[in-house]
């Protein structure tokens, strides 16, 4: 087959999944998911059924398709951090440069639309779920690999990387969590402005004294003589190192910018280049 033949297939088939990613995205804007079936997103798409599932494997997938990057974040920046800079420390800035910046995100009628759907159905957040753990088994693999490289593969080490991604995720998802819950994910609830920064005010001492506690419960560890001397090494070699902040405040170490989320008829779209560094941490509710 001429190269330039396969070029325009591939060029045709990645318009096709674009295609039917966008309408499927804004039929489930405008419905919610669990009301629109495959067969709707076909018809919407003008492509058959087997087409929509040539492309997506499963209706979730096809909700979550281009709004599930924030799941490799955290991993990405340790990945990509600059020498001298801590992988733990810069795990724990990138989630929590995204997380804090939700506040914002949730008075825009587009992300709330987008997380009222993802409430409204049990399917979306058992998915969500599971894309919170693979964010942490990501973060767990960046965060040993890391150290397997600095100290060598030590027997044990793969426990304090599951601690660590374990807490550090967990963490990111109960600040979230509590952000929706204080209202701000509905698009109805006016916030003043004050109020808005002293509820981020409020979760950024949150999440800096969970990660404080991070850091002294292994220090702690480390220190007693009865430990492990893996969970020392890994103590002594994260404590004192500062965060790679340039790779924190990315919103996709590495990649391309995120895409912002496709809205229905109901709800104004944002323009891709002011909502996508942030979008992702929304997603991640």
Not at 182 to 211: I, P
Request: proline share 5%; aromatic share 6%; charged share 25%.
């Amino acid at each position: 087959m001429p190269q330039e033949l396969a070029d325009r297939r591939a060029r045709k088939k990645a318009r096709t999944r674009v295609e039917v990613r966008r309408a499927a995205q804004r039929l489930f804007a405008d419905r919610g998911f669990d009301a629109v079936t495959v067969a709707d997103v076909a018809e919407a798409a003008d492509v058959a059924v087997q087409t929509v599932f040539n492309h997506f494997a499963t209706k979730e997938e096809l909700f979550f398709s281009g709004r599930d990057w924030w799941a490799h974040g955290a991993a990405a920046a340790v990945r990509s951090r600059r020498p001298g800079t801590g992988a733990v420390a810069t795990a724990h800035a990138w989630l929590e440069s995204h997380v804090l910046v939700v506040p914002r995100l949730l008075r825009r009628p587009a992300i709330a639309c987008y997380l009222e759907t993802i409430m409204a159905s049990q399917t979306l957040q058992l998915q969500q779920r599971e894309l919170m753990r693979r964010a942490e088994f990501e973060l767990s693999d960046a965060l040993h690999a890391t150290w397997v490289e600095q100290l060598g593969d030590l027997p044990g080490l793969r426990v304090p990387a599951d601690l660590l991604s374990g807490v550090l995720v967990t963490s990111a998802r109960v600040v979230l969590t509590e952000q929706w819950r204080r209202g701000w994910g509905s698009a109805s609830v006016e916030v003043a402005e004050q109020g808005v920064e002293t509820e981020r005010a409020e979760m950024r001492e949150l999440s800096q004294l969970t990660f404080s506690g991070v850091i002294a419960g292994l220090g702690a560890v480390a220190d007693h003589p009865a430990d492990s001397s893996v969970l020392a090494r890994v103590a002594q070699l994260e404590k004192h190192l500062p965060p790679d902040l340039v790779v924190a405040r990315r919103a996709r170490p590495g990649g391309q910018r995120p895409e912002a989320p496709t809205t229905g008829s109901s709800a104004p779209s944002t323009s891709a280049a002011s909502s996508s560094a942030g979008s992702g941490s929304a997603n991640a509710v």
